[in-house]
Nanobody, 119 residues
């Protein structure tokens, strides 16, 4: 079906910014609702936001993170600004036939990309 690949993670200082990319192959990304999740060591996978007909964000990132799409590049982006150490984790993109705040709402997942925010 669709394969997803995240990129753009790295090490940044608190207050800095990163843009993550999720590029789809096999199917157009416009065919799916797209979600972003993150997971810190020893913690459950946490909802970050989704892009469907509109965008929706977890309270913890609202006002700091923005999801956008570039259909010509078959890519979904997660722009992360004003980063905090608690934003550290592995970030995953996911595709599904609907959007939601639960990982089970999605069918396809990328491999994840590490984001580390230092104080």
């Amino acid at each position: 079906q669709v394969q997803l690949r995240e990129s753009g993670g790295g090490l940044v200082q608190a207050g800095g910014s990163l843009r993550l990319s999720c590029t789809a192959s096999g199917r157009p990304v416009r065919s799916y609702g797209m979600g972003w999740f993150r997971q810190a060591p020893g913690k459950e996978r946490e909802f970050v936001g989704w892009s469907g007909g509109s965008t929706y964000y977890a309270d913890s990132v609202k006002g700091r993170f923005t999801i956008s799409r570039d259909n010509a590049k078959n890519t979904v982006y997660l722009q992360m600004n004003s980063l905090k150490p608690e934003d550290t984790g592995v970030y995953y993109c996911a595709a599904g036939y609907r959007v939601g705040r639960n990982p089970s709402d999605y069918t396809y997942w990328g491999q994840g990309t590490q984001v580390t925010v230092s104080s």
